[in-house]
């Protein structure tokens, strides 16, 4: 099931609803269910309410669906031409992205910190395998733990909707990732009870600064103002629960900009999973329906996941599309 958060006519709330099998029109929910004399459930009010209300709310956003597609009445399935898209959640409860893919790292101290050795350490890696390599053994804390960063939740964007480049940076990137969203509150979660606690899946593009990230994490702190500006985290077009992924480590993913392709990779590649990163952050930690969780970039042997691995960068007009399988597509313009 694809669900959104949209604005619709003149409405000034948000409302949330569910995709059409044909994808060109959405069920929105609260209305459906006054429609059909329901009483609309507390869960269809916003999505953070929808993901805590769980396989019930599931099941209900189902049966309102099914009923009300029989005969529409107006204004309760619209086209999505006819709606405005938003992040699946305007407002997280919190951003957490991490960093699961072990070849963006790879990549990342090549790149910025080996120069004309970069090749060498390379040709290493292809001759000795990678764990003989310089790069993976300044990278061992990768392997420890997982590794993430707080976000700014106030910065979210949904599908379509512009990106303003901060006005003093001259290295502006993307990068593919895909994340999840929590539906339930808990604490010292264990790996093997975590995959209870997502909700759906989305497409993340954590946009970034590379000139001041990379200053500022000199510093041995951040990330911060490299990726802490206004619409700098893009989520969506939509949101799709557990039971429309089926495995959630083999999907094809895909970047463009301005309709080339700069990336291309499969969430197979990721080094820790959603699972143990639920179980890390849950330690002494109690999480909650709504919060966010992104993958990292996604890089590996197909590509690499964001221009700084390439040493290209964005520029304003640009357009930059995430495509993951069975999710959809992110689109955004650089202004």
């Given at each position: 099931m694809k669900l959104a958060t949209v604005l619709y006519g003149d409405d000034i709330n948000p409302s949330i609803g569910v995709l059409t099998p044909d994808e060109t029109h959405i069920v929105l929910l609260e209305k459906a269910a006054y429609a059909l004399d329901y009483t609309a459930p507390y869960f269809f009010s916003d999505m953070i309410a929808f993901l805590a209300g769980g396989p019930e709310a599931r099941d209900k956003a189902r049966e309102v669906t099914e009923n009300i597609l029989a005969d529409p009445p107006p204004e309760t399935v619209v086209g999505l031409d006819a709606v405005t898209l938003l992040?699946?959640?305007?407002?997280?409860?919190?951003?957490r992205d991490c960093m699961a893919f072990e070849d963006h790292i790879i990549n990342i101290i090549r790149r910025v910190g080996f120069g004309r050795l970069a090749g060498l350490d390379r040709l290493i890696e292809r001759t000795l395998g990678r764990k003989r390599s310089v790069a993976h053994r300044l990278n061992r804390a990768f392997h420890e733990q997982p590794l993430y960063y707080k976000g700014n939740r106030f910065s979210v964007v949904g599908h379509d909707q512009q990106v303003r480049m901060p006005d003093n940076t001259r290295m502006m990137d993307y990068e593919l990732e895909f994340g999840i969203f929590l539906?339930?509150?808990?604490?010292?979660?264990?790996?093997?009870?975590?995959?209870?606690?997502?909700?759906?899946?989305?497409?993340f593009n954590d946009?970034?600064?590379?000139?001041?990230?990379?200053?500022?994490?000199?510093?041995r702190l951040g990330p911060a103002k490299g990726k802490d500006f206004d619409t700098g985290n893009a989520?969506?077009?939509?949101?799709?629960?557990?039971?429309?992924?089926?495995?959630?480590?083999?999907?094809?993913?895909?970047?463009?900009?301005?309709?080339?392709?700069?990336?291309?990779?499969?969430?197979?590649?990721?080094?820790?999973?959603?699972?143990?990163?639920?179980?890390?952050?849950?330690?002494?930690?109690?999480?909650?329906p709504g919060e966010f969780i992104g993958s990292g970039t996604c890089s590996g042997p197909q590509g690499c996941g964001c221009g700084l691995e390439m040493g290209r960068f964005l520029k304003r007009g640009d357009v930059v599309a995430l495509s993951v399988e069975k999710i959809g597509t992110l689109s955004n313009t650089l202004v």
């Open positions: 992040s699946p959640v305007p407002r997280p409860e919190s951003i539906c339930r509150t808990g604490r010292d979660i264990s790996i093997a009870d975590a995959a209870s606690f997502i909700g759906g899946y989305t497409i946009f970034s600064a590379r000139d001041l990230q990379l200053a500022e994490q000199r510093g989520l969506g077009p939509v949101l799709v629960t557990p039971e429309g992924i089926g495995d959630p480590y083999a999907l094809a993913m895909e970047a463009s900009v301005n309709g080339e392709i700069w990336s291309r990779g499969n969430s197979g590649d990721m080094s820790w999973r959603f699972e143990e990163i639920i179980a890390h952050v849950s330690k002494s930690e109690t999480i909650y």
